[in-house]
């Protein structure tokens, strides 16, 4: 099988987050088998979830990891005009759900194994399939922790998120926060005798706003960055049901995206003192049940690889270009460096502004540029 084929078997199964990625785990598994490649799992706690992990070439050898998660992003909603699971080939692109983000490079990956076996590899490389990317890198932890404890730890990770095959060397943190305000409720003529849980978190959301404008007038800043600043938003807020009903519930959703000089944990913990000293003890005086929760919704580690750094020349010369960015989105590559300490890089086919919209599509050539990166890293793990 082509790459091209292989991208659009993977297409045919729903894997958004919210269901089971095991049919096209055992698929890859069968795939595998077929060039005498073993491969294992590694579950989440339900068992209906599972990171797939390979190893081709010798196993006492500092080795490469090959990353790409296999969930993608639902369709509910989106006016797409093909099929999103099934691969639809118009004009040299190929529609379908997940094939810039981040099926394609799988493809590529699995589409190069018949070479992998058929060389004789000096340096191992790893495939690491992994599950709940798109959720908040949840899955590949695992994964990871059971890397963490290999005899031999990799000498490098490449995570094939779609960057237009140019090398990434850094990303944003990443918190996300959902909070629910308890106020108390009554009428709103006498509202003064209650607390507004709409009110109170309408200023915990301008204070969450206010961050936001001051990274930007007076933060740190990084100009590999398109934002070159750290960011706050809040992105969702429900409270209330009647004008003249004081709301006791009012919920929101916030997050911040760091560059290196801001620790995202510890703005997030900014934001809770402020609630808490701030604004709590008005409200409890009121209702001493009134007051502020906080519920982690997801985290991503940031990855901040130096430019310097040996993954980073070594990934230049097999996309044969000498330029590198930073992106602003995250990726698993953040948890390869801080969980197990492997020097990491990202790069792969296909471009992230398809990513998550109707009709996301990978170009043909797209798939080949990813094969020939991969057939230049086989091809200097047997030098």
């Known amino acids: 099988m082509t790459a091209d084929d292989i991208l659009a078997k993977l297409i045919s199964f729903d894997t958004v987050s919210r269901n089971t990625n095991l049919p096209l785990i055992e698929w890859v598994e069968e795939y595998l088998s077929g060039f005498g490649v073993a491969s ?26 090959l990353s ?19 691969a639809t080939v118009i004009d040299g692109k190929m529609y379908g759900r997940g094939s810039s983000d981040m099926k394609g490079f799988c493809a590529c990956v699995l589409g190069a194994v018949p070479k992998m076996v058929e060389v004789n590899l000096t340096t191992p490389l790893h495939i690491v399939f992994s ?18 404890d290999w005899p031999v730890k990799p000498r490098a990770c490449i995570v094939g998120e779609p960057t237009m095959m140019q090398v990434v060397l850094g990303h944003k ?41 001051d990274f930007a007038a007076n933060g740190a800043a990084d100009p590999l960055y398109d934002v070159e600043h750290t960011t706050a938003h809040v992105g969702m807020l429900h409270g209330g049901t009647q004008l003249n009903i004081v709301p006791d519930e009012t919920m929101f959703d916030f997050e911040f995206r760091a560059i290196r000089e801001d620790n995202s ?40 690889t130096e430019p310097e750094a040996d993954v980073v020349s070594f990934a230049k010369s097999l996309a044969q270009r000498n330029d590198h960015a930073k992106v602003a989105y995250g990726t698993e590559g953040g948890l390869f460096q801080t969980m197990a ?26 798939i080949k540029a990813g094969s020939a990166f991969l057939e230049r890293l086989i091809d200097r793990c047997c030098a």
């Open 40 to 65: 294992h799992r590694v579950y989440d706690e339900t068992g209906e979830k599972a990171n797939l992990i390979a190893t081709i070439g010798p196993e006492d050898v500092p080795g490469i990891i």
């Open 68 to 86: 790409g998660h296999t969930d993608v992003v639902p369709v509910d909603g989106q006016p797409w005009s093909t099929d999103p699971f099934e």
């Open 131 to 148: 599950y709940d990317e798109e959720v908040g890198c949840i899955g590949v932890r695992g994964a990871i922790a059971e890397i963490v």
């Open 173 to 213: 943190s990443k918190r996300s926060v959902r909070v629910t305000v308890r106020g108390r409720t009554g009428h709103s003529s006498l509202a003064p005798n209650y607390v507004n849980a709409v009110e109170y978190a309408a200023r915990l959301t301008v204070m969450i706003s206010d961050m936001g404008q």
């Open 265 to 304: 944990d510890a703005l997030v913990e900014k934001v809770i003192a402020y609630a808490r000293e701030e604004l709590e003890p008005a409200m409890k005086a009121v209702h001493p049940q009134a007051g502020f929760e906080f519920e982690n919704l997801s985290g991503v580690d940031g990855l901040d």
């Open 341 to 366: 300490d492997i020097p990491t890089v990202v790069i792969g086919p296909g471009d992230i502004g398809r990513a998550h919209k109707a009709d996301e599509y990978i170009g043909l050539d797209e």
